[in-house]
């Protein structure tokens, strides 16, 4: 461990100045003092320049510190400004080499950039065991105080025949300016703000920018008001490229910042870009109007123009429609076409303005289309009545003929808003273009009878809808009528019950007692649009004389119409003999009283006149001999045309008819020769003396009683005389009920019978 305690140290700085400067053939300058020592002894410490050592354009300084020989190894570090120079900016690089003979010798290079030491010196400190205290040393190093000063390095050796000097520049950066030659732009007279016109369009622009100073070389950063750069504008070194056209957006105020180390200058270029100008091409225009699709469509065309044509609409106030425009480019010309669609029909003449704007007119131009007005619709209404089922039904069709689109057709009906379903038909479209459209309503006639139809019509060449109205008929009540009669070929009589009328149905009944059925018939049959509906009812006479019978209709809504009609009430009271008859059997007898007339023997056209006392003007009239053989008759006659024999003589009977009514008289006829004749009036003399006797005897026995007996006695013995006259009459006659009424008729009957038996005496 002897020799452990020497230590050799040696400090060794390195000051590189520009290399470049220097130039390359020359080795830099290196100086070395080296100085051994005894541990003990005076130190001295060497100092030497490394040189080539500015790296990226930036200076550095080097210091060494060397501990040569020692053992153990040597401890170096390094104090700036008293504090330990270990970090940023600075670095430490040692060697450490160890000998044969155990010694090691520790070299330590402290490195830093001089713009980045602000200290004039650093220290190094050595440490060793052989050293009572660290071995501090502290060595002047560059600053940079000298800046804009030349510094000059000399160097002195014995071996120089005189002392080397190198002299330092000292660098500037006194501005910027724009170099473009292809510009033609060198501003020599450079300033803060330079101006840079840019044509649009111009192609594969680069702004040099050059540096004005000594700054081997420099950063520059570049930015456009204050933002990013723009796009397509990019800095390459230390120009400005514009890739592609130069467009507007290139316009602007540049800055461009170049800086070296701590030199720094700023250049300002407002760059403007001057429009491309071009000459104007105007535009062809054009016009056009159609109609599709159930629009009009008006095109305004501006072709062929540079720059584009601006087309615009002007169109009357609240007049709204569809519009687009097509831009189509062609060999740099422009065409604009633009489009209207506007509804086909319109109640008002419309004016369309096109406005073609474009920057060879002076005025905008004008094109205006004038779209006729639309044809108003043709409405139709027709209506028709049907009979179905006995009902009457009303059929009103409504048809409108117009340009397209279909109107729109609805129904009303009366003053109110009542509105009728419709089957509406799909619109047809016509050879010329026209649209039907046709709507019909089908209604029971009663419903709607005797009001207002209305169709109401909607079209866009309407401004307001149009109404055609159609009045639908009150349909008058059926008419009824009855009637009877009597039937040529039937025992039975016909009641009728016809009814005629519009939209009723045959709603006809005869009213008949319950137990009375059949019999009846319906016949329909239709005149026109009228109904004729017969409703007959056959009944023997005797079911119904001398009452009511009546026909009913009842209508669909309940309505009952009737008519009356009596049948009459017949009788025949009595079949008279007209001529001068003698009753040949009294009624006390028991049988029919028989009429005894006498005819004349040989006599042609004999007559004997029959009476019928009936309420009737028809009636069968007949007379038969007893044997069945018929009498010929002339009206009411019974006449014997040929001679009259005794043959002729013999009881005759006469029947008068009337359905089941039937009155019967006997007639005993004699024949008598005029020898007899004469011996009868004789006869007759003499009798008829004794009969006036006894009608006076009578006579004066009626005056008596008359006055003697009460006021209601009297009927009786009036019926008994007449009883006495008369014949036998129909049922309804015999009938034993006899009223006050038939007593007077009768009364008067038995006076007219006496007066005939007195006349004929005289
Ligand atoms: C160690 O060796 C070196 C070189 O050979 C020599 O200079 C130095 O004196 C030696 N040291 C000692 C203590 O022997
Ligand atoms: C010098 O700068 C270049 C680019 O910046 C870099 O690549 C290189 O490493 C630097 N050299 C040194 C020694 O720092
Ligand atoms: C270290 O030191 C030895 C002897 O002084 C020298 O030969 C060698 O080149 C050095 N190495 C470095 C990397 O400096
Ligand atoms: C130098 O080398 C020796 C032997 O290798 C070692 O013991 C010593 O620690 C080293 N010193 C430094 C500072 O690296
Ligand atoms: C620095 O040196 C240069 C060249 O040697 C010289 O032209 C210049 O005048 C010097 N500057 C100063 C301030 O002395
Ligand atoms: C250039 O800028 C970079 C990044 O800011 C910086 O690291 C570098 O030192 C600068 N160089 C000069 C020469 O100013
Ligand atoms: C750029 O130049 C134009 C035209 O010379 C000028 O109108 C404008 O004001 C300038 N802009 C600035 C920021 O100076
Ligand atoms: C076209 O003209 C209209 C009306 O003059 C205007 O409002 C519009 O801005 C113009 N359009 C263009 C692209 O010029
Ligand atoms: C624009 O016009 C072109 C050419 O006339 C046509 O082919 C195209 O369909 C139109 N486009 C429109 C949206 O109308
Ligand atoms: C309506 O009728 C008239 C006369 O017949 C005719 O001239 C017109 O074109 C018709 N209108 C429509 C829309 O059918
Ligand atoms: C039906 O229309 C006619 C004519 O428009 C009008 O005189 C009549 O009063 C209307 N009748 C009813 C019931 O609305
Ligand atoms: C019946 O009387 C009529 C009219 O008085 C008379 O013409 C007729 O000859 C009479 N007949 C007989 C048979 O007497």
């Known amino acids: 461990m002897g020799s452990s305690g020497l230590l050799t140290l040696g400090l060794v700085l390195s000051v590189a100045h520009c290399t470049e400067i220097l130039g390359p053939g020359e080795e830099s300058i290196e100086i070395t003092q080296n100085i051994m020592a005894v541990l003990g002894e005076v130190v001295y410490l060497g100092c030497r320049f490394l040189g080539a050592k500015t790296i990226n354009g930036t200076h550095y300084q080097s210091v060494s510190c060397s501990a040569i020989g020692g053992r153990p190894t040597p401890q170096i570090s390094w104090l700036v400004n008293g504090l330990p120079a270990s970090e940023h900016p600075f670095t430490m690089s040692v060697n450490n080499t160890t000998l044969s003979n155990g010694t090691s010798s520790l070299s330590s290079i402290l490195r830093f950039p001089t713009h980045l030491q602000d200290e004039d010196s650093v220290t190094c400190e050595v440490q060793h065991p052989t050293l009572p205290n660290p071995k501090l040393t502290t060595v002047r190093v560059e600053t940079y105080e000298y800046e804009g000063h030349n510094v000059t390095c000399s160097f002195d050796h014995p071996k120089f025949a005189h002392s080397e000097s190198r002299t330092l520049p000292s660098f500037y950066l006194s501005g910027v300016r724009l170099l473009d030659s292809e510009l033609g732009i060198n501003n020599k007279d450079f300033q803060d703000t330079e101006t840079l016109e840019l044509q649009e369009g111009q192609n594969e622009i680069i702004v040099g920018l050059e540096v004005i100073g000594n700054v081997p070389r420099y950063n520059v950063t570049c930015k456009k008001d204050d933002g990013p750069l723009p796009e397509g504008l990019e800095l390459d070194g230390s120009s400005l490229r514009v890739q592609g056209p130069v467009e507007h957006q290139h316009a602007g105020l540049y800055e461009c910042v170049f800086s070296y180390l701590h030199l720094k200058a700023i250049l300002q270029i407002n760059i403007t870009v001057q429009p491309h100008v071009i000459q104007p091409v105007p535009p062809t225009i054009r016009v056009d109007l159609q109609t599709k699709d159930g629009h009009r469509v ?3 065309s501006a072709a062929d123009a540079v720059p584009a044509a601006n087309v615009s609409w002007h169109l009357p106030e609240g007049v709204s429609g569809v519009s687009w425009s097509n831009f189509t480019s062609h060999n740099g010309s422009h065409s604009v076409r633009g489009v209207f669609l506007l509804p086909a029909c319109s109640p008002w003449e419309l004016t369309a303005e096109c406005v073609i704007n474009h920057p060879a007119f002076e005025e905008p131009e004008n094109r205006s289309i004038t779209l006729p007005l639309c044809a108003r619709p043709n409405i139709t209404i027709n209506s028709s009545t049907e009979l179905k089922g006995g009902m009457l039904f009303t059929k009103v069709d409504c048809s ?4 397209a689109s279909a109107a729109a ?32 309503v089908r209604f029971l006639s009663s419903l709607y009878a005797g009001q207002n139809l209305t169709c109401v019509v909607e079209h866009p060449s309407l401004e307001a809808s149009e109404i055609r109205t159609i009045h639908i008929p009150v349909h008058k009540a059926p008419l009824l009528s009855v009637s009877v009669a009597r039937q040529r070929d039937s025992h039975l009589w016909l009641a009728v019950c016809d009814c005629k009328g519009e939209g009723f149905g045959t709603n006809l009944a005869w009213v008949l007692p319950e137990n009375v059925k059949g019999q009846t018939s319906l016949h329909s049959e239709y005149e026109g649009r009228a109904l004729k509906a017969r409703l007959t009812y056959q009944f023997p006479l005797d079911r119904h ?8 209709y009842r209508s669909e809504r309940g309505n009952i119409e009737k008519k009356t009609v009596r049948i009459p009430r017949y009788h025949i009271t009595a079949v008279r003999v ?3 008859t003698t009753p040949l059997q009294s009624r006390y007898g028991g049988g029919p009283i028989i009429h005894r007339l006498t005819l004349q023997e040989n006599h042609h056209n004999q007559k004997i006149l029959l009476q019928v006392v009936g309420n009737m003007s028809d009636y069968d009239l007949n007379c038969k001999r007893s044997d069945g053989s018929f009498v010929h008759m002339e009206r009411h006659a019974m006449v014997f045309q040929s001679q009259v024999t005794e043959k002729d003589a013999g009881l005759y009977i006469c029947c008068a008819s009337f359905y089941h009514h039937m009155v019967t008289v006997k007639i005993q006829v004699e024949v008598m020769s005029e020898d007899k004749q004469f011996a009868m009036v004789a006869i007759g003399c003499i009798s008829s003396a004794s ?12 005056c008596c009683t008359r006055n003697s007996r009460k006021q209601y006695k009297k009927p009786e013995s009036l019926s008994a005389l007449t009883a006495l006259m008369q014949e036998p009459g129909s049922p309804e006659v015999k009938k034993p009920m006899v009223t006050e009424k038939d007593s007077k008729e009768h009364a008067q009957m038995v006076s007219y019978s006496i007066v005939i038996d007195v006349k004929s005496t005289v």
């Not at 009366?414 to 009728?420: E, H, Y």
């Not at 004389?545 to 009913?552: A, K, N, P, R, W």
């Not at 009969?691 to 009626?702: G, K």
């Open 298 to 300: 008006i095109e305004c």
């Open 400 to 403: 409108v003929d117009s340009v």
């Open 409 to 440: 057709i609805t129904w009303h009906v009366g003053n109110t808003d009542n509105s009728i379903n419709s089957s509406l038909s799909e619109p047809e479209v016509q050879a010329d273009g026209l649209v039907s459209a046709r709507s019909s």
């Open 545 to 552: 004389e001398g009452q009511d019978l009546t026909c009913e």
């Open 578 to 580: 007209l001529n001068h």
């Open 691 to 702: 009969a006036i006797l006894i009608i006076f005897i009578v006579t004066l026995w009626v």
